[in-house]
């Protein structure tokens, strides 16, 4: 029997290696955090060594395990192990390490270098998406495992997550879901060093994390995280666990082997020094006067390793060769989720799917809602305890619940950040096009989410419902003003707020033939009319991110009203008015304001003619972002307060956004 702490010479030399390999790169680039790998090494060679499943030649396998490295400050970790392990990443590319134009940057960057599965770096997020992975492996292998062939989901997810990551409250709420859920396929390694920036933890946190995980049914365990058996025995216990997510305690020392800052926060994001990096080298028995050295048993060790992992995925590729032939209608489906495959004529199809009759936006996309799920079997998602109020039900399908993951519905609990975190862990899987939703005020609790998958161009529809002061008596804490401007400056979001039931179906298909980047739907709580478009009215107007719903005689308007979501009609009934009292108006619905700026100035003159003089921005929202067109004189009818409680058709008249108030005002600014 070995003795305790007693690791094999070529373990130890690898962990050595690894924790070196990082702090060079941080004593290189002359910034970064060094402590998190060093103290992290050896559990990081266990897993990668031995026990992780991927394919370096073949990074996209699809039943890889997957890597999360949640605390993204020590990136150096992930892209040493990534360059040991034989992936595309150099050893001169650790030495560009938060360079300008490296791969290898401050924090991990999803589709900036093989092997590195999300872009890691606000604490608690990386955490949060292996959950959602982890849930759209189980989906996965609902969908097309059969009783002879088990092909999908049958791997792990795991993850390294620090202190950091354990406060933030985006990981209570996925930890929360994750146990629910009975996600055995997750183990996370909670790398518990007891430092932080500020110093020791006890500073802010005391709480019991193993009592805290297993009051939300994981399996716990607590171990030594030097100890090389200790980690290889906690990691087979964990992979036979079932019916729980496994938490297992890794108590480190942050900084690990460093003589003189092993322990403090000092090693957490701070190069060590080029004299101690020297210490901390001869204390670990490597040459001091060598940088970014692997001795030769070690990158053996890894070839090795390289080629079991190898014949491993083609022996996977084989089988999945002979599943395609045996599961034809099977295999076509799963090639078209992989591909997110959108129909050609789906925003014909939506359009006759619309109710007659007025009626919220909100309530039409819940029944466009259902002819998607039938067109696009990649689309799953639900509601953070809202779906009475969004609409976002898929009728005909099951919800997703602890052994039953075979349905597209989910419910997420109220948890707006933890839904969007795992939404987005959901989409990088590949796949599934997710969709969560919620009220527009609470796109608060998910912006950081929503703007990780603008960063990471990862596609997640975020379906925003009650998005206007007219939520009416809920008042000011449930009515949106500032929100529509907040998620538009997001670099790569786009924000839809359709008018009525075409844009809403066109708005709709937009978000899922959109595969770069996250889309936010901003639907209405209270009815609003179908459009009386122009006779040269196209669809593909609406994609254009604005058009002339109404326009003046012969297209020559003085004035030229810009309306969004619900504000369009009463703008129409405005230029009605403005008609009878001799001024020359028309109106253009602007479902997308981005869009429409990045359209060409022939087609933007084509909404706003030449003969323009005026320009008046309707929004019952922030002016925030408006700026004009053309150096037009501009008047901007929205909201300067929070709103106030009552019903709606109150304040649309004490707000002035009525037809009547609109005309009363344009009327003004033309005759100023």
């Known amino acids: 029997m070995k003795e305790k702490n007693k690791n094999s010479e070529l373990g130890q030399l690898t962990a050595n290696t690894i924790r070196l390999l990082a702090a060079d790169g941080v004593q290189k680039a002359n910034s970064g955090h060094p402590g998190l790998p060093m103290g992290m090494a050896d559990t990081a060679y266990v897993l990668w060594s031995k026990y992780l499943k991927h394919n370096p030649d073949k990074p996209d396998w699809p039943n890889r395990d997957r890597f999360i490295l949640s605390g993204g400050h020590g990136s150096m970790l992930i892209y040493s192990m990534l360059h040991l392990s034989g992936y595309d990443v150099t050893l001169d590319e650790l030495k560009q390490f938060r360079q300008w134009g490296s791969r290898t940057a401050g924090h991990p960057e999803s589709g900036s270098l093989p092997g590195v599965e999300t872009t890691s770096g606000p604490l608690g997020q990386g955490f949060a998406n292996a959950v959602g992975m982890a849930i759209a492996a189980k989906m996965t292998a609902a969908r097309f495992n059969t009783d002879e062939e088990h092909l999908f989901g049958n791997h792990n997810v795991y993850c390294f997550m620090g202190d950091g990551d354990m406060m933030e409250g985006v990981s209570s709420e996925a930890a929360s879901m994750a146990g629910h859920m ?71 020392h942050i900084g690990f082997g460093s003589p003189n800052k092993q322990d403090t926060s000092e090693v957490h994001g701070a190069p060590l020094g080029a004299e ?60 078209n989720m992989m591909n997110r495959t959108i129909p050609e004529n789906l925003e014909q199809d939506l359009i006759a799917a619309l109710p007659e009759g007025d009626a919220a936006t909100r309530a039409i996309s819940g029944k466009i809602m259902q002819k998607i799920a039938e067109k696009v079997p990649a689309l799953v998602g639900g509601s953070a305890d809202l779906d009475p109020s969004t609409k976002t039900f898929l009728k005909a399908y099951a919800a997703v619940q602890a052994n039953h993951f075979e349905g597209r519905n989910f419910h997420f609990g109220i948890r707006e950040h933890a839904m969007g975190s795992v939404l987005n862990g959901i989409s990088l899987y590949g796949g599934y096009i997710p969709y969560g939703s919620t009220f527009l005020v609470f796109s608060d609790y998910m912006r950081p989410p929503l703007r990780m998958a603008a960063l990471m161009h990862a596609q997640h529809i975020a379906v925003f419902t009650h998005d206007s002061i007219f939520v009416g008596e809920d008042g000011p804490t449930h009515q949106p003003v500032e929100h529509i401007a907040a998620l538009r400056v997001i670099p790569n979001m786009l924000a839809l707020r359709p008018a009525d039931g075409v844009e809403t179906a066109v708005c709709w298909a937009m978000a899922l033939r959109r595969q770069n980047g996250p889309t936010s739907l901003l639907l209405t709580r209270q009815n609003v009319s179908a459009l009386q478009r122009e006779a040269d009215f ?13 326009r003046a005689k012969d297209n020559k308007p003085q004035v030229v009203l810009l309306a969004s979501g619900s504000e369009v009609q009463p703008a129409v009934e405005a230029k009605t008015i403005l008609e009878g009292q001799g001024i020359r108006a028309s109106v253009v619905s602007v479902p997308s304001k981005e869009l429409f700026e990045q359209q060409s100035v022939e087609y933007q003159r084509s909404v706003i ?20 067109y053309f150096q037009l004189p501009l008047l901007m009818i929205g909201m300067e307060s929070f709103g106030a409680s009552g019903p709606y058709k109150v304040l649309a008249e004490k707000y002035g956004f009525t037809g009547k108030s609109i005309a009363e005002k344009v009327k003004a600014f033309v005759a100023a």
């Open 538 to 550: 196209k669809t593909e107007d609406i994609t254009k991110g604005a058009y002339a719903v109404a």
């Open 609 to 628: 003619p030449e003969s323009t003089e005026k320009l008046v921005v309707v929004e019952a929202g922030v002016p925030f972002g408006w700026q004009g």
């Open 182 to 252: 009975q996600l055995d396929n997750l183990i996370v390694f909670y790398d518990s060093n007891g430092i932080t920036i500020e110093g020791n933890t006890s500073l802010a946190f005391s709480e019991s994390v193993k009592a805290r995980f297993e009051a939300y049914n994981w399996y716990t365990l607590e171990i030594d995280g030097h100890n090389h058996d200790e980690i290889a025995e906690a990691i087979e216990r964990a992979q036979s666990v079932s019916n729980k997510p496994t938490l297992i305690i890794t108590t480190t």
């Open 276 to 335: 101690e990096l020297k210490n901390t080298k001869r204390n670990l028995g490597f040459p001091e006067d060598k940088d970014f050295y692997i001795p030769e048993q070690v990158s053996q060790l890894f070839a090795k390793r390289k080629e079991e992992l190898l014949q491993i995925s083609k022996e996977w590729y084989d089988d999945f060769a002979t599943w395609q032939k045996n599961n034809a209608q099977k295999a076509a489906l799963y090639e």
